[in-house]
T-cell receptor
């Protein structure tokens, strides 16, 4: 039972480069999320997808785009990476948007030089 | 705006002793409250939640949390700490009836249980 799978686990980019973080869940969840985790700041929501075919901005969406490819997959794209995007990124899913608990992937540590 | 405060960045406790990780919140109306734990190089894992009902909530791995409305607190507790409890703990809140996308996370408390 894999749960939420994120790739890659580590990535180093140069300023201006682009990349896509991949996320897939095998729990048949409707809702998926992308968070970033910075030291001393907890988790901040970048984008979410309440259900297949929908995406919406979270607290810190600037510099990011997302695609809900199907019910299982939700990708996060950095079009032109900046040092301020150095962070640990977590994908999460929940059965619905209601007061459900979140299931998290193991994270992607991204460094932008 | 809703917010969560975890006043201690670091908590150290000896193995076998009781542990408390503190959390206070601010939200309009009744809160939904959560605790998550993050082990090294892992994603967050759900521990427990308070939605309504009994103020003492029991969760995974022997943890419990007490909801105190008058003090707007939701402290995480365990009667006897284990070395394996060492991890980063996050409190989160959303307003009653709110959705998962509206969760606000605290900044985290690093718990170290000393053998």
């Amino acid at each position: 039972n894999a749960g939420v799978t994120q790739t890659p686990k580590f990535q180093v980019l140069k300023t201006g480069q682009s990349m896509t973080l991949q996320c897939a869940q095998d729990m048949n969840h409707n809702s998926m999320y992308w968070y970033r985790q910075d030291p001393g700041m907890g988790l901040r929501l970048i984008y979410y997808s309440a259900s297949e075919g929908t995406t919406d901005k979270g607290e810190v969406p600037n510099g990011y785009n997302v695609s809900r490819l199907n019910k299982r997959e939700f990708s996060l794209r950095l079009e032109s990476a900046a040092p301020s995007q150095t962070s640990v990124y977590f994908c999460a899913s929940s059965e619905t948007q209601a007061r459900e608990k979140l299931f998290f992937g193991s994270g992607t540590q991204l460094s932008v030089l | 705006a809703q917010s969560v405060a975890q006043p201690e960045d670091q908590v150290n406790v000896a193995e076998g002793n009781p542990l408390t990780v503190k959390c206070t919140y601010s939200v309009s109306g009744n809160p939904y409250l959560f605790w998550y734990v993050q082990y090294p190089n892992r994603g967050l894992q759900f521990l427990l939640k308070y939605i309504t009902g009994d103020n003492l909530v029991k969760g995974s791995y022997g943890f419990e949390a007490e909801f105190n409305k008058s003090q707007t607190s939701f402290h995480l507790k365990k009667p006897s700490a284990l070395v394996s409890d060492s991890a980063l703990y996050f409190c989160a809140v959303t307003k009653g009836g709110g959705s998962a996308r509206q969760l606000t996370f605290g900044s985290g408390t690093q718990l170290t249980v000393l053998p």
